[in-house]
T-cell receptor, first 115, second 110 residues
Framework: GAVVSQHPSWVICKSGTSVKIECRSL??????MFWYRQFPKQSLMLMAT?????????EQGVEKDKFLINHASLTLSTLTVTSAHPEDSSFYIC???????????FGPGTRLLVL | LAKTTQPISMDSYEGQEVNITCSHN???????ITWYQQFPSQGPRFIIQ???TKVTNEVASLFIPADRKSSTLSLPRVSLSDTAVYYC???????????FGGGTRVLVKP
């Protein structure tokens, strides 16, 4: 199957700082990338959908000014958590699909801890 | 996307076959059925996908009856490392948003 990577795999930051998470499709071109958030013992919750070269579409209740998404190329999307607070601590997962892919492929996730 | 319903949890023992049934009564004509596996602190991993009848790969089998309103993921001879959460989704296609249900937490005991 196709490979999606995320960087970093975990990050600890102070409250008020911004954190950028990268999502890359390594062996295919991802026309669409998705960002999810998962709290302990819960399922994945879709945050936003991003298409290369256009603005991301955010799910209801997700603050677009707080979670900045950029999909500048067909292999890279970034999620920036701005002015992070402890309640933003979570597991962030991206997924990608593209031409020729029969399904979405997920990255390994990024654990964010805001102190 | 069609809503799915699956058991919250299942226990099994090493070497046994585990069957997880998912209900998707409102599946659309063009929808495929996709199963993912997720280990703690990891992203979901694609297991298998099918449209009708039976699909088998090196990891699992997927059984889909003619009416496609349900599907059964079959894991043969599970091991401890198969302990994970398994998610059933329908309508997974390029550009489609995915709505994850609660999944089925499978615990394999020695």
């Amino acid at each position: 199957g196709a490979v999606v990577s995320q960087h970093p795999s975990w990050v600890i930051c102070k409250s008020g700082t911004s954190v950028k998470i990268e999502c890359r499709s390594l062996d295919f071109q991802a026309t669409t990338m998705f960002w999810y958030r998962q709290f302990p013992k819960q399922s994945l919750m879709l945050m936003a959908t991003s298409n290369e070269g256009s603005k991301a579409t955010y799910e209801q209740g997700v603050e677009k000014d707080k979670f900045l998404i950029n999909h500048a190329s067909l292999t890279l999307s970034t999620l920036t958590v701005t002015s992070a607070h402890p309640e933003d601590s979570s597991f962030y997962i991206c997924s990608a699909d593209g031409t020729g892919q029969e399904t979405q492929y997920f990255g390994p996730g990024t654990r964010l801890l805001v102190l | 996307l069609a809503k799915t319903t699956q058991p919250i949890s299942m226990d099994s023992y090493e070497g046994q076959e585990v069957n997880i049934t998912c209900s998707h009564n409102n599946i659309a004509t063009n929808d495929y059925i996709t199963w993912y596996q997720q280990f703690p602190s990891q992203g979901p991993r694609f297991i298998i996908q099918g449209y009708k009848t039976k699909v088998t790969n090196e990891v699992a089998s997927l059984f889909i009856p003619a009416d496609r309103k349900s599907s059964t993921l079959s894991l043969p001879r599970v091991s401890l490392s198969d302990t994970a959460v398994y998610y059933c989704l329908v309508g997974v296609a390029a550009g489609n948003k995915l709505t994850f249900g609660g999944g089925t937490r499978v615990l394999v005991k020695p």
